[in-house]
């Protein structure tokens, strides 16, 4: 990652952003005290700690009694936790979106295989990236997954790419997000290009809801289409194996769509594994 600013959007429940810092290498704190570095008046006074070294970011909790925790992407977050750009943190009723930068540039160095156009990245994680892309040929934007930089060359890692595909690409649902094609053009680090949902995972919107908690009449349909999504998958012997509220995505008209079928499995891989451990 570039050692150059990291950019922390600072948004309130309803997404807008009320302000934004440039932060450089150093230890920055969070919390309604003076001289917090990202002050929040509704936080505890040292609330939580954002460190940028290395060109890498770390958000920590430090644990204040009765101050509520912190949350990464809607998963509590417990001591000291690297996070990527793209990811989201949860101080109180503040939501801070971290924006790395990347060395994407205009022109030809972003147009992958000669059609496909980056425009922003969505989210990273672990092992892996989404970016958002404009296909030229077809005219329209999809998403593209890739791996990061410190990865690329790594075989197990391509391997867990490939089997995403392999498992997913045949599945055709309302309710998952539909795999387009695995691309390995010479010279190019390999990606694939995937169904663009223009939308918010299911954990953020939690958090967006009185008391982060969703009434059963609204969570209720998302369900039904979560199961419907998922005995689609089973009809055709793959199981998801990560099911979590990162991995549900909502779009605009409220339809859920399954994300990540990356450490699937098929039945028979599951049976098969399962019966070795017993």
């Given at each position: 990652m570039s050692t150059d600013s990291i950019k922390v959007l600072v948004a309130g429940s309803d997404g807008v952003v009320i302000s934004e810092y440039l932060l450089g290498e150093g230890i920055y704190p969070i919390g309604s005290a003076t001289g917090s570095a990202i002050p929040l008046e509704s936080a505890a006074p040292e609330h939580a700690r954002l460190s940028v070294q290395?060109?890498?970011?770390?958000?920590?909790?430090?644990?204040v009694p009765g101050a509520g925790g912190i949350y990464l992407d809607g998963a509590a977050v417990l001591g000291r936790l690297r996070v990527y750009s793209g990811q989201t943190i949860q101080v109180a009723d503040r939501w801070l979106a971290l924006q790395?930068?990347?060395?994407?540039?205009s022109g030809q160095n972003d147009l992958l295989s000669g059609r496909y156009r980056l425009i922003r990245q969505l989210g990273r994680?672990?092992?892996g990236e989404v970016w958002l892309a404009q296909d030229e040929q077809l005219n329209e934007e999809i998403a593209i997954k890739r791996l990061p930089a410190e990865l690329m060359g790594d075989p197990s890692a391509l391997s867990d790419l490939t089997r995403e595909v392999q498992k997913s690409r045949h599945l055709h649902h309302q309710n998952i997000i539909r795999i387009h094609d695995l691309i390995q053009a010479v010279g190019e680090p390999p990606f694939v290009t995937l169904e663009?949902?223009?939308g918010q995972d299911l954990g953020s919107l939690r958090l967006q809801q009185p008391g982060s908690l969703f009434k059963w009449e609204n969570l209720r349909p998302l369900m039904t289409q979560l199961c419907d999504a998922l005995e689609y998958a089973h009809q055709n012997k793959i199981v998801h194996r990560d099911l979590k509220p990162a991995n549900m995505l909502i779009d605009q008209q409220g339809r859920l769509k399954l994300a990540d079928f990356g450490i699937a499995a098929t039945l028979a891989e599951s049976f098969s594994r399962s019966s070795m451990q017993g």
């Open positions: 290395g060109g890498e970011m770390f958000v920590e909790d430090l644990a790395a930068p990347t060395n994407v540039q994680g672990g092992r663009y949902i223009d």
